[in-house]
């Protein structure tokens, strides 16, 4: 989000949605058409067959969704919400008395390697010896990831990336970003900021460039190969593969195994213990050319112009958020997301897209989508939970990124959450593999528990309904406009870090104490929707949120300090970090 794109600067800020660019598409190249009513997810499924023909047809591959993909994905919904995933949990994890019969080959084994790559490259060029094990191949998908400057320069900190390899990824800047509301009696609200979320990069280009010196420092990866479970011993760790370039049963030892296989990690099941996820982000969406390229000149972070809605019987409340593509000057990604529980009254994927493609016209301003040529479809579901980091209960196993829940339950996840601690692992990690501080109890000082990560539960309670529960239609977006409107007034200090899922003491007081003031009469609907039990957790996550702001500030001097053993420095120097990151001040503007 640095300088803005095309003609738009922030002071000719897009007062309306983008409106369509129609064009004249060739006789044998027919859009897919809307203007007919079909059967329930026939037209869903039509629009994704002909995406999916049309990649065959310019030779691109596993940049979309197919049907069959979404109906997968709808099979493993299904199942957490009717509790069949949570069920037993899986023995792929074991501890054993009997030690490795050679020393570890490998310093650290990371599990998963499309985000794994970033921390297996920081640490390789540490000096330690870093195996990578991807189960498919390791190369990043066509659709784009959305970040900020700021935190692509965090990469090039840590020495993943070169600032020539993030320039080389970034694939398009934008600039400025919209966060707005449709209120009651219809009045839209509308906040502009700059510089989140506005770099559309490649993700293709970051893992081939992460992987390069990676490999340039002495780092091993293996790819196409699965991991079919992980022994613990006394002197390390031993990983089970099975790979054609391998005999089955072989296997990969090392001192530490950094689990980063994502919230569906085998790992993170077995700790889970078939636990029921909290929460769920749905997220569906599509990237299309045929945009007026004189308006895709902005993105959207958050915006809902549609009240909560009867879906079933359940209610959900949609919110959008759009990027412009790199592809092209009229391309355009569009998401629609929702969160809730994982109740089995929930719809299912194919009802939210089929919602997606009713309610886009509305949000684009369009006519009609027979104009829009889609390119790719994505959708996924983001289980997240309270109890989170995760610390397991083995030695010499740590995760991180979505393994590990360490992300916002309001973000989807992924690159930039695994990006923001990037540097606090990397030093965590390089301290235990020295001072040998490899014990559950050690690891666990690396996912301790975050205050500034828990309270923000109650910002997704807010943002959901539960089943069960008719508010007003207009409430939630009335309760956003609210605190939009308070942060807007207190300024960047306060406002940038909450849309970066970062948040701080002083800036929340002062935000709560806003709407308070702002719409007092609402406050207790407010507390009324997200239950007396999520507002006395929220207010004890908040005291200790205070209480880390003050233990960090009074103690931030005092890391790395020489008078401590190594072992008890390892272990105060991850207090302090974890006083810092739990307070949100690791944030900079």
Not at 75 to 93: H, L
Not at 192 to 202: A, M, P, Y
């Amino acid at each position: 989000m640095d300088p803005a794109c095309g003609f738009l600067s922030p002071m000719a800020r897009p007062t309306t949605p983008l409106s369509l660019h129609v064009s004249t598409a060739p006789a044998d190249d027919k859009p897919v058409s809307f203007t007919t009513k079909e059967p329930f997810g026939s037209r869903t499924k039509r629009i994704l067959d002909k995406i999916g023909a049309d990649a065959d047809a310019s030779g691109g591959a596993g940049s979309s969704i197919s049907f069959t993909t979404l109906e997968a994905i709808d099979r493993a919904w299904e199942a957490v919400k009717t509790g069949r995933a949570s069920g037993e949990a899986p023995t792929f994890v074991r501890e054993t008395d009997v030690p490795l019969s050679t020393s570890p080959k490998f310093d650290v084994i990371v599990a998963g390697g499309t985000l794994g790559i970033f921390m297996a490259t920081a640490l390789q060029r540490k000096g330690f010896r870093v195996c990578v094990v991807e189960r498919g191949p390791l190369r990043g998908r066509t659709q784009e990831w959305n970040i900020s400057r700021k935190e692509m320069m965090e990469l090039v900190e840590e020495g993943v990336l070169s600032k020539e390899d993030v320039e080389d990824a970034i694939g398009i800047d934008f600039n400025p970003i919209r966060v707005g509301f449709v209120g009651e009696k219809n009045e839209p609200y509308t906040l502009w900021t700059q510089d989140v979320l506005h770099l559309g990069v490649s993700p293709s280009v970051l893992l081939a460039r992460a992987q390069s010196r990676f490999l340039a420092a002495g780092g091993v990866v293996h790819e196409n190969t699965p991991i079919q479970g992980i022994r613990i011993a006394p002197n390390g760790a031993a990983v089970e593969v099975k790979s054609t370039e391998m005999m089955d049963g072989e296997e990969l030892t090392g001192r530490l195994v950094i689990d980063c296989m994502g919230n569906q990690s085998p790992i993170s099941r077995q700790a889970r213990a078939g636990q029921q996820p909290d929460g769920i982000c749905i997220v569906v969406g599509t990237c299309a050319s045929g945009f007026d390229p004189t308006r895709n000149t902005y993105a959207d972070l958050l915006y809902s112009n549609t009240p909560t809605m009867d879906k079933g019987v359940s209610q959900v409340h949609w919110f959008w958020e759009a990027f412009p593509a790199s592809s092209g000057p009229g391309d355009r990604t569009t998401y629609l997301f929702m969160y809730c529980d994982a109740k089995p009254e929930r719809p299912s994927i194919l009802e939210c897209f089929e919602d997606y493609w009713d309610l886009m016209p509305q949000y684009q301003n369009l006519s009609s989508l027979d104009a829009l040529t889609f390119k790719r479809a994505v959708c996924n579901f983001f289980p997240t939970y309270k109890d989170s980091p995760l610390r397991t209960d083995f030695p010499r196993l740590c995760a991180i990124g979505d393994a590990s829940g360490i992300q916002s339950p309001l973000s989807f996840g992924g690159f930039g959450s695994l990006s923001r601690h990037l540097g606090r692992l990397t030093t965590a990690f390089s301290d235990a593999l020295t001072t040998d501080s490899l014990s559950k109890e050690e690891l666990g000082l690396i996912n301790a528990y975050q205050p500034s990560l828990s309270v923000t539960w109650m910002f997704q309670r807010a943002m959901s309904v539960p089943v069960g529960a008719k508010p007003r239609p207009d409430f939630i977006n009335r309760s956003l406009i609210n605190n939009f409107k308070s942060m807007e007034k207190l300024g960047d200090p306060v406002l940038k870090p909450f849309l970066q899922d970062v948040v701080q003491a002083g800036p929340l007081f002062s935000a709560m104490a806003g709407i308070a003031r702002q719409d007092f009469f609402n406050t207790p609907t407010v507390l009324w929707h997200v239950g007396v039990d999520a507002f006395f957790g929220w207010f004890r996550h908040f005291f200790m949120l205070c209480v880390y702001t003050l233990l960090y500030r009074a103690t931030k001097q005092t890391k790395g300090t020489e008078a401590l053993p190594p072992k008890m420095r390892y272990r105060w120097d991850r207090r302090v970090e974890n006083w810092e990151f739990g307070s949100g001040l690791d944030y900079r503007l």
